[in-house]
């Protein structure tokens, strides 16, 4: 017997689109707006706190490597779960999100690209917004020294840009697309969101990461591929996490 499976309806997909993100970064922002909440009424200025990036999970070594290892795992499944919900509905993934690895040069040349034009204004931003008290400061890593730090960071830096590219821009703008949204609702979603799982850095957090989404969403909806922003994000956050945790003792409090 054979069952002719309907297209989701309109209702379906708002559904499938809010649980998808409560599930990911939806939650984050959840999350985020809390913590900024808690940095705000805890009587100090917030550029006077600290948000780290990559906590330790334990002090002993391999535990933590554990711990860390399962959070890079179980953080990509709502990844996989939006592939598997596009796929459902018999939407060619690697086609319509442009996940292929057909492309080398233009993915790795307009990442690069896109990391520097994104990457060298947030840092200033970021300098900025903690000097006017909008920011606080950001400790891209937690982690304590060990052999498997740098490749932990790498892989988490990875872990992000395939979570964030994937569902905000790729997975996000495909279904809002396919509800009608008009395209500049799409573009401010999009970038909105983005920006609000990192309001737990503060308000130039917010703002900068908010402008990012609206280069990137642009790009996606220009070229059709998010490989490279998988790329820029990726290198944007080795650069931040690596960079920061291989520094000399002596730089870390200038930084």
């Known amino acids: 017997m054979t069952l002719d499976r309907a297209q989701p309806t309109r209702r379906v997909l708002t559904v499938e689109i809010v649980i998808v993100l409560l599930l990911s970064l939806g939650q984050s922002a959840v999350y985020a707006v809390v913590s900024l909440v808690a940095k705000l009424t805890a ?24 711990y860390q290892l399962l959070g890079i795992f179980f953080d990509l499944v709502p990844v996989a779960l939006a592939l598997y919900l596009l796929m459902r509905d018999q939407i060619p993934v690697r ?37 006017a008290g909008l920011n606080a400061r950001i400790v891209p890593s937690g982690l304590q020294s060990a052999w498997w730090t740098v490749p932990v960071l790498i892989m988490a830096a990875v872990q992000n840009a395939v979570l964030e590219e994937v569902i905000v821009v790729g997975y996000l703008i495909v279904r809002l697309w396919s509800l009608e949204v008009p395209l500049g609702w799409i573009v401010v979603a999009s970038a909105v969101l983005r920006g609000s799982y990192h309001l737990y850095q503060g308000y130039g957090a917010f703002v900068g990461n908010a402008v990012m989404g609206v280069v990137f969403a642009l790009f996606f909806l220009r070229f059709k591929r998010v490989m490279p922003l998988i790329v820029a994000h ?14 000399p003792h002596s730089w870390l409090s200038w930084v």
Do not use: H, M
């Not at 009587?43 to 554990?66: C, E, F, H, I, W």
């Not at 990726?234 to 520094?247: E, K, M, Q, R, T």
């Open 234 to 247: 990726s290198i944007l956050d080795i650069a931040a996490f690596v960079g920061y945790a291989l520094l």
């Open 43 to 66: 009587g100090k200025p917030l550029s006077q706190q600290a948000a780290v990036l990559n906590a330790s999970q334990s002090a002993r070594p391999y535990l933590d490597l554990t």
């Open 95 to 131: 086609r319509t999100l442009g996940l292929t690895a057909d492309r080398p040069g233009f993915d790795l040349g307009w990442g690069t690209l896109l990391a520097a034009c994104i990457g060298i204004p947030g840092l200033l931003l970021v300098y900025v917004a903690q000097l």
